[in-house]
Every structure is written in C-alpha cells, then in structure tokens.
C-alpha cells in the first residue's frame, strides 16, 4: 500500500537537469547519465505501481554502466535479500546525492 494516494510528483525540469552531469555513483561523465527512477525495496510506496515509476523526486543521476548494475542488483554480497537491502541504501544515497546537487545548482530552491 502506497502512502501517497495521489498521483506521482512530474517533473521534466528535475529530469532534464541529468543532462550533462557527472554520474553520482561512479563519477563519469559520458554523456549517458539519466535520471534513474528508485527502484528499491520501498519503491512502491513511492508511487511506483504497475506501468509507473516513482516520484521524479526520487532519481538519482547515474551513467549508463551504474544504472544497469542497479536494475540487476549488482551490488553487495551475501544473500539475495541481503544484495537487495544494500543496493536500495545505495540508490537512495544516490537519490540524496542527487538532491543536493539539484538544490545546488538551484533546480530546487527552498
């Protein structure tokens, strides 16, 4: 059960800002970096549903190579529920790395 009822948070501005900026994972800087939705453990209380990723919020600026580790759990060791733990505290270190960075460069003002 999703703890927002409405629809997700769009935003193209928080997308775009990817263009051109360096991978918070690995640091490249290759023209592949894209605004990776979440897609950790708790990603369904995020707006995630079927055919819908969560919150433009919650991206993480990554490169290609990083984002598909991501999508096929290559991160950590242990168990498979294990890897799965430690990969969504990754992506949401890379969601909050993201953040500051956007709030930085002024996309987001508070």
């Given at each position: 059960?999703a703890?927002?009822?409405?629809?997700?948070?769009?935003?193209?501005?928080?997308?775009?800002a990817?263009?051109?900026?360096a991978?918070?994972?690995?640091?490249?800087?290759?023209?592949?970096?894209?605004?990776?939705?979440?897609?950790?453990?708790?990603?369904?209380?995020?707006?995630?549903?079927?055919?819908?990723?969560?919150?433009?919020?919650?991206?993480?600026?990554?490169?290609?190579?990083?984002?598909?580790?991501?999508?096929?759990y290559?991160?950590?060791?242990?168990?498979?529920?294990?890897?799965k733990?430690?990969?969504?505290?990754?992506?949401?270190?890379?969601?909050?790395?993201?953040?500051i960075?956007r709030?930085?460069?002024?996309?987001?003002?508070?």
């Amino acid at each position: 059960m999703a703890i927002f009822k409405d629809e997700p948070i769009r935003s193209k501005k928080l997308l775009s800002a990817s263009r051109g900026a360096a991978c918070v994972n690995c640091g490249a800087q290759d023209d592949t970096v894209v605004a990776a939705h979440y897609q950790g453990l708790r990603s369904h209380t995020y707006g995630k549903g079927k055919g819908q990723k969560p919150h433009d919020i919650l991206v993480a600026d990554l490169c290609h190579r990083c984002h598909s580790a991501f999508d096929r759990y290559e991160s950590g060791d242990g168990d498979d529920f294990q890897r799965k733990i430690d990969r969504s505290e990754q992506f949401q270190h890379a969601i909050l790395m993201t953040i500051i960075r956007r709030i930085r460069e002024g996309v987001i003002k508070i």
